[in-house]
C-alpha cells in the first residue's frame, strides 16, 4: 500500500488562502489521498486542509505593528517548526506571508525537507536583499508575475511563472448589470465599491477615511451608492462602528460579507487599499483610485525603503502610474473624493486604464493552481524515492 503523501502549508492572509486553495485541489487530483495541513484560512478549510492555527493571528503590516506582534508569532513558529520536524512532511509550501514563511522554510530545508515559496516576496519593490535569504530558504519559487523569474535566475534560485490565481478566476467579460441586478442597484445609479482592506489595523487606519470620503461624495451626486466587501465578522463590527462615530448611518450602503468581487463589478469606480485587491480591481477592469496610510511611524521607516515610485500592482505591472495613488497624509475625505468622482466623470482616462487592465488580465491568465502543482509533483517525487532521513536529536535549546 502506497504511503499518504503530507504536505505541509502556511498561509498567512486572506489573499493567501485565495491562493492556496485551489493549489490544494489541483494537488488532491494528482495524489488522491494527500493531507494538507499547517496554517490556513476558509477557503483552505473547505478545500480539505487541517488547520492548526487562526489565520488572522499572522495578518499584521509594517514594523511597528509587527514589533507588537511579535512574541505571539514567534511562539506560533516555533511550535509550527517543532511540529514538522518532529514529523517530517514530503513537502512544505510557504504561501506568501515572507517573514513568518522565509524563517521556517530555512529551517526545514536545513532538515531535509523540500520547501517552495508560492508567491514571491516584493524584492522588486522593497527589501531588496531578502533574495539571499529566498535562496537559502526555498527549493523552488513560484511566481506571479512574468517579471519576476528573471531576477531570481540571476541569483541562481529554481522558479516556475505560474500566473495569479485571481485572473483564473475572473471572467473574460465581467457582467456589471448582472452584478447589480444581485445587489438590487439601479442599473443607471452611479455606484462605488469601497475596499478598506481585510486586517483590523487596515480598518482602523481606513474605515473613518472611506466614510467621511463617501459622505463628500453623496454631497456632490445624491444618487450614489455605495457598496463595502469585508472579510470577517470582526471587521464587519468593526466597520459599523466606524460609521456610527462619523456619523454616516444615512450613507446609501451596503456592507457585505464577502463578495469583494462582485462588488467591483457591479460598481463604476472603486477605492481600494493598497495590496491584492488592486489587482483584482485591475483584472475585473474596474476604474479605481488607491489609497493607503498606516501609523507614522511606520511610513516613516518604510517608505524610504522603496525601490519603485508606485506601491498598487496595477502600476508596478504597468511600469507607469495608470491609477492614482492617493497615501498617508495626502489621503484626506477631500483629495479621495475629488480623485473617484474625476474617474466617474472622465471616460477618456476610465477607457485608457480599461485598455491597461486588459493587458495585464491577459497576461496573467496561465492557470496558475494546475501550473504550480506542475512544478512541485517533482518535489514530491525527489522526497518519496529518497532514502528515510535519520532523526538526530537537536541541540538543547534549538527549538521554542
Known sequence: MERQVR???????????????????????????????????????????????????????????????IPRILSIRGQVKSRLLDNPPDLFVGIDAPDFNLGLEERLRSAGIPTAHY????????????????????????????????????????????????????????????????????????????????????????????????????????????????????????????QYEHKAADLPLTILFGHA???????????????????????????????????????????????LPYVGLPNVLAGRFVVPEILQAEATPANLAQALLNQLRDKVVRERQQLCFEAIYQSLRQGAAERAAEALLPMLETRRTAPAPVSLPLPEGSRP
Open 7 to 69: 504536505i505541509a502549508m502556511v498561509a498567512g492572509e486572506a489573499s493567501g488562502d485565495l491562493i492556496a486553495a485551489p493549489l490544494i485541489a489541483a494537488l488532491k487530483a494528482r495524489l488522491p489521498g494527500a493531507r494538507f495541513f499547517g496554517i490556513g484560512g476558509p477557503k483552505m478549510q473547505s478545500a480539505g486542509f487541517e488547520t492548526w492555527f487562526d489565520m488572522e493571528t499572522l495578518a499584521v503590516r509594517g514594523y511597528v505593528e509587527a514589533a507588537r506582534s
Open 119 to 242: 508567491v514571491g516576496p516584493s524584492i522588486w519593490a522593497w527589501r531588496g536583499e531578502r533574495i539571499h535569504k529566498i535562496k537559502r530558504a526555498a527549493d523552488r519559487v513560484l511566481a506571479l508575475f512574468p517579471f519576476e523569474p528573471a531576477i531570481y535566475e540571476k541569483a541562481g534560485i529554481p522558479v516556475t511563472f505560474v500566473g495569479h490565481p485571481l485572473a483564473d478566476e475572473v471572467p473574460a467579460m465581467p457582467d456589471r448589470d448582472i452584478a447589480r441586478e444581485q445587489f438590487r442597484l439601479p442599473l443607471n445609479a452611479p455606484v462605488f465599491a469601497l475596499l478598506p482592506g481585510s486586517r483590523r489595523g487596515e480598518l482602523e487606519q481606513h474605515a473613518g477615511l472611506f466614510l467621511d470620503t463617501a459622505k463628500l461624495i453623496v454631497q456632490q451626486v445624491p444618487d450614489a451608492r455605495f457598496l463595502v466587501p469585508l472579510t470577517s465578522r470582526a471587521t464587519r463590527m468593526q466597520f459599523e462602528v466606524a
Open 261 to 307: 468581487q462582485m462588488a467591483m463589478t457591479a460598481a463604476d469606480v472603486v477605492l481600494v487599499a493598497s495590496g491584492t485587491a488592486t489587482l483584482e480591481a485591475a483584472l475585473l477592469r474596474r476604474p479605481m483610485v488607491i489609497t493607503y496610510r498606516v501609523p507614522k511611524l511606520t511610513w516613516h521607516l518604510m517608505w524610504p525603503r522603496r525601490l
